[in-house]
């Protein structure tokens, strides 16, 4: 058996997807942006049974109502982990179990991209379904251990986004919610809305792009909605772009957003520059958030 080495232009012939979140306020769009996608190409994991935005979209969805059913869905889109034993969820045997009761796997060929909503009610079903698991009962008194109900919540978030992340061939976004918040400073500072800290914190590190659809407003102009793509930004949104294609504010338009990660990058010797950008010019446009 020779070693398992991936050539260069065996790597860019793999077909791959876009994994990413978009986090944004209650209202400013996030499900809508279903209407910018393939409908035919798209499957809908419907988890907050709010698709009233939608109404019309001609995609098909899902609509687990346990965390049990998202990890059943997580395996069979994503496939087995061979690396895990058969007791542990994502597993060949937890892939087998479900095929038999799905029935083949083959059916979800027809979508490219998994759109899920939300990722803030997938923490919520998570979190429920931890707390009665014996890990968040104490073992001297038998009585819940909030502690190690996170702990497992934490495990069971990253390994949940972590296998639907190995879909290298299906784009994979998840939406959630975005809380504003006031920092012992009396600043203000955004954080994804999802129980527990662990998601929250190692999320950038597992998705390509972390994107915050919000509500900015030019000097002057009207207020309009946008996508926030650059980790530095004015804002103090989340924000990340793995690509290296995407502006600091991009059309709230998720369909052409992709279409833009697809295309050729600019060389890495030129973007991965540490130089100041040069001053803006007088009188030049400052957007600002509207609050």
Request: glycine share 10%; net charge negative.
């Amino acid at each position: 058996m020779s070693l398992p080495i991936i050539s260069a232009d065996q790597r860019l012939a793999e077909p791959r997807g876009i994994k990413g979140c978009i986090f944004g306020k209650s209202g400013i769009g996030k499900t809508s942006l279903l209407w910018t996608l393939d409908a035919d190409r798209t499957l809908f994991m419907d988890l907050e049974a709010g698709d009233l935005a939608i109404e019309g979209w001609t995609g098909d969805s899902i609509r687990p109502r346990t965390w049990t059913e998202c990890r059943d869905f997580a395996v069979f889109i994503g496939g087995p982990n061979p690396a895990l034993r058969d007791e542990q969820p994502y597993s060949p045997a937890h892939y087998a179990a479900v095929c038999d009761r799905f029935g083949d796997p083959a059916a979800l060929d027809r979508y490219d991209t998994i759109f899920v909503d939300s990722i803030t009610v997938a923490g919520r079903l998570c979190f429920g379904w931890c707390k009665g698991q014996p890990e968040a009962l104490s073992e001297k008194t038998g009585k819940p251990d909030v502690r190690g109900a996170y702990g497992l919540h934490g495990r069971e978030m990253i390994g949940w986004l972590t296998h639907l992340q190995h879909t290298r061939a299906k784009n994979v976004w998840f939406v959630g919610i975005l809380d504003e918040k006031l920092d012992d400073f009396n600043r203000k500072v955004f954080q994804p809305q999802i129980d527990g800290s662990k998601t929250g914190l190692e999320l950038p590190g597992i998705v390509d792009e972390v994107i915050t659809m919000a509500e900015l407003k030019a000097d002057g102009g009207d207020p309009y909605r946008a996508f926030v793509c650059h980790t530095i930004n004015p804002w103090g949104f989340p924000a990340k772009d793995r690509s290296g294609r995407l502006a600091q504010v991009e059309e709230p338009h998720l369909g052409r957003l992709m279409a833009k990660i697809r295309t050729p990058a600019t060389p890495a010797s030129d973007r991965l520059t540490y130089a100041p950008p040069p001053a803006d010019p007088a009188g030049a446009d400052q957007s600002q958030p509207q609050s």
